[in-house]
C-alpha cells in the first residue's frame, strides 16, 4: 500500500461553525480525523499537524518552513504523496512557492474547503479524499505541485481562486484544470511542460504589489519606494499599461536597481511590449521593467521574492519570468 503524507496547516477545512453565532472559527478537536480514519482503504496515511492557522495569517515563512519539513520527511522516509490542507484565501500562494522550491517527481497535493466541517454540504472531507485518490494515482507523478479541489486538479501554477464562497471557486483561467478525479479514478489530460526548481534556504526580500487604476498618481509608488523595498510587482492594464503619471516614480525605483515586475490586472492573458505611447508596454520594457508570462499578482510577488536570492542580474530574472 502506497504511504502519503498529511499535512495540515490550517483553514475552514479544519474549522467548525458556531450555529448560534453563524462565525467560523478553528477548534481544538480536529474535524477531518473521522475521514483521515476512512482514507485507509486508500493508502498508509501518516498526518503531521504543522500548523493550525486560517490562511490570511500564512507568511512566505511558513511557506518555506512547510518546503523544507516536505524536503525534510521525503528524503528520510519513503513516501509516494505528500497532501498538504490549507486555508483557501492564500491557498494558491502556498502551493506555488512549493512549486518554485519541491525537486522531485513525488507528487505534492493541496486542498481544503469553502465549507466548514458542521456545515450543510461540508466539502472538506470530499476534496481530502480527491487528494488523496490523486497523491497515490501514478499518472500524478513529475507534474509538479497540484491543486485538488471540487473533482478537478489544477497545476499550482495557473490555478486562482475565483469565488469567495463557491465550492467550485478553483480555477485556472486560460488553462482550465489539467485532470479530473471522478468516481472511477483519476484522469489526467494534459501536462504541463515546465517546472521551475529554486534552491533557497531563506527569505528576506520585500516584495511590493499594486494595481493601477484610472487617474493614478505617483504617491503610492513613492510610498513603497519610500520603505526598504527590494522589488515590486505592477498589475497593470490590459497587455501591460499603466497611467503615465507614475512612470517617473517606476524610473526612479529602476535607477535604484530595485526590480519592477509587470503583471496584467486582467483575469486571463499575458503582458507584451506592444503600445508605445507614454505608460504603454513597450515603453515600459525599453525602461527596464520585467516582463510575465500570464502569473498572477500574488504569484508574481512570490516568484521575484524566490529569484531575488538567487540572482539580482535583471536579464536572468527577466529570464526566470519568461518560463
Ligand atoms: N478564510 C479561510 C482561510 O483561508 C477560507 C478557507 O479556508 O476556505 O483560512
Given at each position: 500500500?502506497?504511504?502519503?503524507?498529511?499535512?495540515?496547516?490550517?483553514?475552514?477545512i479544519?474549522?467548525?461553525e458556531?450555529?448560534?453565532t453563524?462565525t467560523?472559527?478553528p477548534?481544538?478537536?480536529?474535524?477531518l480525523f473521522?475521514?483521515?480514519?476512512?482514507?485507509?482503504?486508500?493508502?498508509?496515511v501518516?498526518?503531521?499537524?504543522?500548523?493550525?492557522?486560517?490562511s490570511?495569517?500564512?507568511?512566505?515563512?511558513h511557506?518555506?518552513?512547510?518546503?523544507?519539513?516536505?524536503q525534510?520527511?521525503?528524503?528520510?522516509e519513503k513516501?509516494?504523496?505528500?497532501?498538504?490542507?490549507?486555508?483557501t484565501?492564500?491557498?494558491?500562494e502556498?502551493?506555488?512557492?512549493?512549486d518554485?522550491?519541491?525537486?522531485?517527481?513525488?507528487?505534492v497535493?493541496?486542498?481544503?474547503a469553502?465549507r466548514?466541517?458542521?456545515?450543510l454540504?461540508?466539502?472538506?472531507?470530499?476534496?481530502?479524499i480527491?487528494?488523496?485518490?490523486?497523491?497515490?494515482s501514478?499518472?500524478?507523478?513529475?507534474k509538479?505541485?497540484?491543486v485538488?479541489?471540487?473533482?478537478?486538479?489544477?497545476?499550482?501554477?495557473?490555478?486562482t481562486k475565483?469565488?469567495s464562497?463557491?465550492?467550485?471557486?478553483?480555477?485556472?483561467?486560460?488553462?482550465g484544470p489539467?485532470?479530473?478525479v471522478?468516481?472511477?479514478?483519476?484522469?489526467?489530460h494534459?501536462?504541463?511542460?515546465h517546472?521551475?526548481?529554486?534552491n533557497?534556504?531563506?527569505i528576506?526580500?520585500?516584495?511590493?504589489?499594486i494595481?493601477?487604476?484610472?487617474?493614478?498618481?505617483?504617491?503610492?509608488?513613492?510610498?513603497?519606494?519610500?520603505?526598504?523595498?527590494d522589488?515590486?510587482v505592477?498589475?497593470?492594464?490590459?497587455?501591460?499599461?499603466?497611467?503615465?503619471?507614475?512612470v517617473?516614480s517606476l524610473?526612479?525605483?529602476?535607477?535604484?536597481?530595485?526590480?519592477?515586475?509587470?503583471?496584467?490586472?486582467s483575469?486571463?492573458?499575458?503582458?507584451?511590449?506592444?503600445?508605445?505611447?507614454?505608460?504603454?508596454?513597450?515603453?515600459?520594457?525599453k525602461?527596464?521593467?520585467?516582463?510575465?508570462?500570464?502569473?498572477?499578482?500574488?504569484?508574481?510577488?512570490?516568484?521575484?521574492?524566490?529569484?531575488?536570492?538567487?540572482?539580482?542580474s535583471?536579464?536572468?530574472l527577466?529570464?526566470y519570468?519568461?518560463?
Amino acid at each position: 500500500m502506497k504511504k502519503v503524507l498529511v499535512i495540515q496547516t490550517g483553514g475552514t477545512i479544519a474549522m467548525q461553525e458556531n450555529p448560534e453565532t453563524g462565525t467560523v472559527q478553528p477548534n481544538l478537536e480536529n474535524p477531518l480525523f473521522s475521514t483521515i480514519q476512512s482514507l485507509s482503504s486508500l493508502a498508509s496515511v501518516i498526518v503531521d499537524d504543522f500548523i493550525n492557522l486560517p490562511s490570511p495569517h500564512i507568511t512566505p515563512k511558513h511557506m518555506l518552513e512547510l518546503a523544507q519539513r516536505i524536503q525534510h520527511k521525503t528524503s528520510s522516509e519513503k513516501l509516494d504523496g505528500v497532501v498538504i490542507t490549507h486555508g483557501t484565501d492564500t491557498l494558491e500562494e502556498t502551493a506555488y512557492f512549493l512549486d518554485l522550491l519541491l525537486d522531485f517527481p513525488i507528487p505534492v497535493i493541496v486542498t481544503g474547503a469553502m465549507r466548514s466541517s458542521n456545515e450543510l454540504g461540508s466539502d472538506g472531507p470530499h476534496n481530502l479524499i480527491s487528494a488523496v485518490r490523486t497523491a497515490v494515482s501514478p499518472e500524478a507523478y513529475g507534474k509538479g505541485v497540484l491543486v485538488v479541489f471540487n473533482d478537478e486538479i489544477h497545476t499550482a501554477k495557473n490555478v486562482t481562486k475565483t469565488h469567495s464562497s463557491n465550492i467550485a471557486t478553483f480555477q485556472s483561467p486560460q488553462y482550465g484544470p489539467i485532470g479530473i478525479v471522478t468516481k472511477k479514478g483519476v484522469d489526467f489530460h494534459h501536462m504541463p511542460l515546465h517546472r521551475d526548481a529554486f534552491n533557497i534556504e531563506k527569505i528576506t526580500k520585500n516584495i511590493g504589489l499594486i494595481k493601477v487604476y484610472t487617474g493614478m498618481t505617483d504617491e503610492h509608488i513613492e510610498a513603497f519606494a519610500a520603505t526598504t523595498i527590494d522589488g515590486l510587482v505592477i498589475e497593470a492594464f490590459g497587455q501591460g499599461n499603466v497611467p503615465p503619471t507614475i512612470v517617473p516614480s517606476l524610473e526612479k525605483l529602476i535607477s535604484r536597481n530595485i526590480p519592477i515586475v509587470l503583471v496584467s490586472r486582467s483575469y486571463s492573458g499575458v503582458v507584451q511590449d506592444t503600445y508605445g505611447y507614454e505608460g504603454g508596454g513597450n515603453h515600459l520594457k525599453k525602461l527596464g521593467v520585467i516582463f510575465t508570462n500570464g502569473l498572477n499578482g500574488q504569484k508574481a510577488r512570490l516568484k521575484l521574492m524566490v529569484a531575488l536570492e538567487t540572482t539580482s542580474s535583471h536579464e536572468e530574472l527577466q529570464r526566470y519570468f519568461m518560463k
